[in-house]
């Protein structure tokens, strides 16, 4: 017996796995815990016996792949071409009644039975046809196209004005058989559990609409009471997809009523609300029935996306046309609705959807500040909003806030540098008018503290975004400031003083990460010191007349506190210079090297004639001096090569343009210079 189990598991194993490398199903009785391929007490003749051999598997291939294409001829010859039939024969009957009405072929009571009697034909026919299994697909859609029809000429009995006049059709009593039409689609869709009925009672239902040219209030009330039957029968048996196009067709039959209709504004808004809340509705009841499925919560999540998309692009169209002021109104009643949503989905475990409610009440609110405010006013209630919807993301770990925050700060960001740049400039007699420098310093200071509430929570970021989104935080505030700060110069036509201001902007960034680990400021100290002396070397430098009197301008000023500053962050970062590590450990030097490079250039400004080649030289000997006192070999470089600039400068350019007596005097100057720093050299030579 041990020896006739060992025997089955091989050939059951065997044939598994030609299965498998054939891609075709396994069937569960082959699955075996163990299939050896050896089996020590079985013949030859019984294990070659015991594979299948390759006629067979072809055998079975071939198998499959004949009931694969009589699959896809079935359901292209049975299901497809069934359900094409049926539109094409409902619209075909709605162009009958259409075509006997317009030509008083027969009375309208009479079009109105062979109407009827046509659906209720369908219907009977789809009843039969149901209950023999061979035709139980194909009667399922003959219910659902006689539902439709029947629809048709319920709706058609009133929204005809001949119709209507004809028949004595009421209102009241038109909307009571349609219920009663939308409760029988309901009772077949349920009780057939059938998503065909359902689909085509609901959808074609909705596509008779089509068929009346005339889109009177009568419309919106048949689209409603579609609507709700269909949102009851969807949610009820779970049939998602249907929800979808539900969304689709509910929007799409009111947009062809509101291009009718453009005056019924408070119709259209409460119809609007209506079939919104329905869908809504709809997804609450579904997302209590997901229980894990993602499949499902994805069909769901998108009718929710369709829904909010669609009531918000029709619902502020009807706002402006209304009244233009309450297009802001309407964004920010639709915003706090999303957002109320969000906070209860998220309270009874449905991350998922209140993610989507989310960022719809966000980007709701986000829209409805423009519509709102003035331009400089857009910026900050966008900067304080970001703010705070990032404070909160971060503190409650929610992913969407965290997201919305980086996206609006983005979109302030880009508003400012695009909009902001053309707002009043700055005056001292009027602060709060100076809009351009309240935009721009707002959004600087708001991307500022939103930098320190990174840094305080690092791992509470966004892991995806955890490399570079500090970053960016600490970079905006920076380049606004600067760019602020530039504008601000131009129009006021000193851009002299910028220098300075941008001066002091450099000490604020480098001295930061001193008060805490800030470390994503420590190289923009470079970048703008780097700006600075590019932009003494490339504006100042050609500005100013180098052949006047300097000394007495007011350059000098500038130029001294930019230095003073380069030179002062150096010096500190070489007294903190275990904050640094890798290559930040070079930042002393750096900005030392700034530093020297700006008194190089303001030398020149500054001074005249062979005052300049004086300069560099007791520059020069000053650095190489304390090189040797401080034993930094960064100074003794930098005096070196200003040096031999120097030299280059007397006998290039002083001994072809000065007299005797100032060519003497720079030589001399020049020789006692070159004589003391090769003396330093000398006497320190074995302690550098």
Same mark, same amino acid.
């Given at each position: 017996?041990?020896?006739?189990? @060992?025997?089955?598991?091989?050939?059951?194993?065997?044939?598994?796995?030609?299965?498998?490398?054939?891609?075709?199903?396994?069937?569960?009785?082959?699955?075996?815990?163990?299939?050896?391929?050896?089996?020590?007490?079985?013949?030859?003749?019984?294990?070659?016996?015991?594979?299948?051999?390759?006629?067979?598997?072809? *055998?079975?291939?071939?198998?499959?792949?004949?009931?694969?294409? &009589?699959?896809?001829?079935?359901?292209?010859?049975?299901?497809?071409?069934?359900?094409?039939?049926?539109?094409?024969?409902?619209? &075909?009957?709605?162009?009958?009644?259409?075509?006997?009405?317009?030509?008083?072929?027969?009375?309208? %009571?009479?079009?109105?039975? $062979?109407?009827?009697?046509?659906?209720?034909?369908?219907?009977?026919?789809?009843?039969?046809?149901?209950?023999?299994?061979?035709?139980?697909?194909?009667?399922?859609?003959?219910?659902?196209?006689?539902?439709?029809?029947?629809?048709?000429?319920?709706?058609?009995?009133?929204?005809?004005?001949?119709?209507?006049?004809?028949?004595?059709?009421?209102?009241?009593?038109?909307?009571?058989?349609?219920?009663?039409?939308?409760?029988?689609?309901?009772?077949?869709?349920?009780?057939?559990?059938?998503?065909?009925?359902?689909?085509?009672?609901?959808?074609?239902?909705?596509?008779?609409?089509?068929?009346?040219?005339?889109?009177?209030?009568?419309?919106?009330?048949?689209?409603?009471?579609?609507?709700?039957?269909?949102?009851?029968?969807?949610?009820?048996?779970?049939?998602?997809?249907?929800?979808?196009?539900?969304?689709?067709?509910?929007?799409?039959?009111?947009? =062809?009523?509101?291009?009718?209709?453009?005056?019924?504004? =408070?119709?259209?808004?409460?119809?609007?609300?209506?079939?919104?809340?329905?869908?809504?509705?709809?997804?609450?009841?579904?997302?209590?029935?997901?229980?894990?499925?993602?499949?499902? *919560?994805?069909?769901?999540?998108?009718?929710? $996306?369709?829904?909010?998309?669609?009531?918000?692009?029709?619902?502020?169209?009807?706002?402006?046309?209304?009244?233009?002021?309450?297009?802001?109104?309407?964004?920010?009643?639709?915003?706090?609705?999303?957002?109320?949503?969000?906070?209860?989905?998220?309270?009874?475990?449905?991350?998922?959807?209140?993610?989507?409610?989310?960022?719809?009440?966000?980007?709701?609110?986000?829209?409805?500040?423009?519509?709102?405010?003035?331009?400089?006013?857009?910026?900050?209630?966008?900067?304080?909003?970001?703010?705070?919807?990032?404070?909160?993301?971060?503190?409650? @770990?929610?992913?969407?806030? *965290?997201?919305?925050?980086?996206?609006? &700060?983005? %979109?302030?960001?880009?508003?400012?540098?695009?909009?902001?740049?053309?707002?009043?400039?700055?005056?001292?007699?009027?602060?709060? &008018?100076?809009?351009?420098?309240?935009?721009?310093?707002?959004?600087?200071?708001?991307?500022?503290?939103?930098?320190?509430?990174?840094?305080?929570?690092?791992?509470?970021?966004?892991?995806?975004?955890?490399?570079?989104?500090?970053?960016?935080?600490?970079?905006?505030?920076?380049?606004?400031?600067?760019?602020?700060?530039?504008?601000?110069?131009?129009?006021?036509?000193?851009?002299?003083?910028?220098?300075?201001?941008?001066?002091?902007?450099?000490?604020?960034?480098?001295?930061?990460?001193?008060?805490?680990?800030?470390?994503?400021?420590?190289?923009?100290?470079?970048?703008?010191?780097?700006?600075?002396?590019?932009?003494?070397?490339?504006?100042? =430098?050609?500005?100013?007349?180098?052949?006047?009197?300097?000394?007495?301008?007011?350059?000098?000023?500038?130029?001294?506190?930019?230095?003073?500053?380069?030179?002062?962050?150096?010096?500190?970062?070489?007294?903190?210079?275990?904050?640094?590590?890798?290559?930040?450990?070079?930042?002393?030097?750096?900005?030392?090297?700034?530093?020297?490079?700006?008194?190089?250039?303001?030398?020149?400004?500054? =001074?005249?004639?062979?005052?300049?080649? $004086?300069?560099?030289?007791?520059?020069?000997?000053?650095?190489?001096?304390?090189?040797?006192?401080?034993?930094?070999?960064?100074?003794?470089?930098?005096?070196?090569?200003?040096?031999?600039?120097?030299?280059?400068?007397?006998?290039?350019?002083?001994?072809?343009?000065?007299?005797?007596?100032?060519?003497?005097?720079?030589?001399?100057?020049?020789?006692?210079?070159?004589?003391?720093?090769?003396?330093?050299?000398?006497?320190?030579?074995?302690?550098?």
């Amino acid at each position: 017996m041990d020896q006739l189990k @060992r025997q089955n598991e091989a050939i059951s194993g065997s044939l598994a796995r030609l299965l498998v490398n054939a891609g075709l199903p396994v069937p569960p009785a082959m699955k075996t815990p163990s299939a050896p391929n050896v089996l020590p007490n079985v013949q030859e003749e019984e294990k070659a016996e015991s594979v299948p051999s390759p006629v067979f598997v072809e *055998e079975v291939v071939e198998s499959k792949k004949k009931e694969d294409e &009589g699959n896809l001829e079935e359901r292209i010859g049975v299901k497809l071409f069934s359900r094409l039939g049926i539109i094409a024969l409902v619209v &075909g009957i709605g162009f009958f009644i259409k075509y006997v009405n317009d030509n008083n072929l027969i009375s309208h %009571l009479g079009r109105v039975i $062979i109407g009827v009697a046509a659906g209720a034909g369908l219907i009977l026919a789809g009843e039969v046809s149901s209950r023999f299994k061979k035709y139980s697909s194909w009667g399922k859609v003959l219910t659902g196209g006689g539902l439709a029809v029947v629809y048709f000429v319920v709706y058609a009995a009133y929204a005809f004005k001949d119709y209507r006049s004809a028949l004595g059709m009421t209102q009241g009593l038109d909307i009571a058989l349609l219920v009663l039409t939308a409760l029988l689609a309901i009772f077949f869709s349920i009780r057939d559990n059938s998503q065909v009925i359902a689909g085509e009672a609901f959808f074609l239902g909705f596509l008779t609409c089509l068929l009346n040219r005339d889109f009177g209030n009568m419309v919106l009330v048949y689209d409603f009471i579609l609507t709700v039957a269909l949102v009851f029968t969807v949610a009820y048996k779970k049939w998602p997809i249907i929800g979808i196009g539900g969304v689709v067709c509910s929007y799409l039959v009111y947009s =062809l009523w509101r291009a009718d209709n453009p005056e019924s504004n =408070l119709l259209a808004i409460s119809f609007l609300s209506l079939f919104f809340l329905s869908y809504v509705l709809q997804s609450t009841i579904f997302s209590s029935k997901l229980a894990g499925d993602k499949i499902m *919560e994805a069909k769901v999540v998108s009718a929710n $996306i369709l829904n909010s998309l669609f009531f918000f692009v029709c619902g502020i169209l009807v706002a402006r046309e209304w009244a233009g002021d309450y297009d802001a109104l309407f964004c920010l009643l639709f915003g706090a609705f999303h957002l109320f949503a969000c906070w209860a989905a998220w309270y009874f475990g449905k991350r998922v959807t209140s993610y989507v409610y989310f960022y719809f009440g966000i980007a709701a609110l986000s829209i409805a500040v423009p519509l709102w405010f003035n331009k400089e006013a857009i910026t900050i209630v966008w900067s304080v909003l970001s703010l705070v919807v990032l404070l909160a993301g971060l503190k409650a @770990r929610y992913r969407p806030l *965290e997201l919305s925050a980086y996206a609006l &700060g983005f %979109l302030t960001f880009w508003k400012v540098i695009f909009f902001d740049t053309d707002l009043a400039a700055f005056s001292l007699n009027d602060i709060l &008018g100076s809009t351009r420098f309240l935009a721009f310093s707002a959004a600087a200071i708001f991307f500022l503290i939103g930098y320190f509430a990174l840094a305080a929570s690092r791992d509470s970021i966004f892991k995806p975004f955890r490399g570079f989104i500090p970053y960016a935080y600490a970079i905006a505030p920076t380049f606004l400031l600067m760019v602020m700060l530039g504008i601000e110069a131009g129009v006021s036509d000193n851009l002299n003083w910028l220098t300075m201001w941008w001066g002091l902007l450099f000490l604020a960034v480098a001295m930061m990460p001193l008060a805490k680990d800030f470390k994503e400021f420590r190289w923009q100290g470079v970048a703008i010191g780097s700006l600075v002396v590019f932009k003494v070397f490339a504006y100042d =430098l050609l500005s100013v007349n180098l052949d006047g009197d300097k000394l007495d301008s007011y350059h000098l000023l500038t130029y001294s506190v930019a230095i003073a500053l380069f030179l002062g962050a150096s010096f500190v970062w070489r007294f903190k210079k275990d904050l640094l590590a890798g290559d930040e450990g070079r930042l002393p030097s750096i900005y030392q090297w700034l530093g020297v490079i700006l008194v190089f250039l303001a030398i020149v400004l500054e =001074l005249d004639g062979y005052w300049v080649s $004086i300069g560099w030289a007791v520059l020069a000997l000053a650095l190489i001096v304390c090189g040797f006192i401080f034993k930094d070999k960064d100074s003794r470089y930098q005096g070196i090569g200003i040096l031999l600039f120097t030299l280059l400068k007397v006998f290039l350019y002083d001994t072809s343009e000065l007299e005797t007596g100032y060519r003497m005097i720079s030589y001399i100057s020049l020789g006692g210079i070159l004589l003391g720093s090769s003396f330093l050299y000398n006497k320190y030579k074995d302690k550098m």
